[in-house]
């Protein structure tokens, strides 16, 4: 049962990843990309910290394992740094990096924060 609730949420995860990149305009700016990875650090703040037990586990293996591992990339966010930083565009590159860990340590804190506040209980951390 765990494996399938994994793959059902990587199925998901990654038909939203398509998406977003379908429907974001493209720029110079990798916006789709930081898109992605802040809402996956989000989610995964929210279901990361729940103490995991019986219903709870398969909502952390399918939204946090399967849904936000499909749906965020470090690989895509290495090619983007390493391909801005290959042309010239190492400024670009140093923003694009602070947006990801800046804005992903706030994701995932909010996530916790609002995981917290709507479902009080037990927390790993």
Known sequence: MAAL???VGAVCGAATRWAVGELVPASRFPWALVLVNLAGSLVLGMVAFRAATGRRELVRLG???GFCGSLTTFSSLAVTLAHELGDGGSFLAVE????????GVGAAALGAGLRHRW???????
């Open 119 to 125: 479902w009080p209980g037990p927390a790993l951390v």
């Open 96 to 103: 694009v990096l602070v947006v990801h860990l800046a804005g």
């Open 63 to 65: 939204a946090g394992i």
């Open 5 to 7: 609730v994994v793959a």
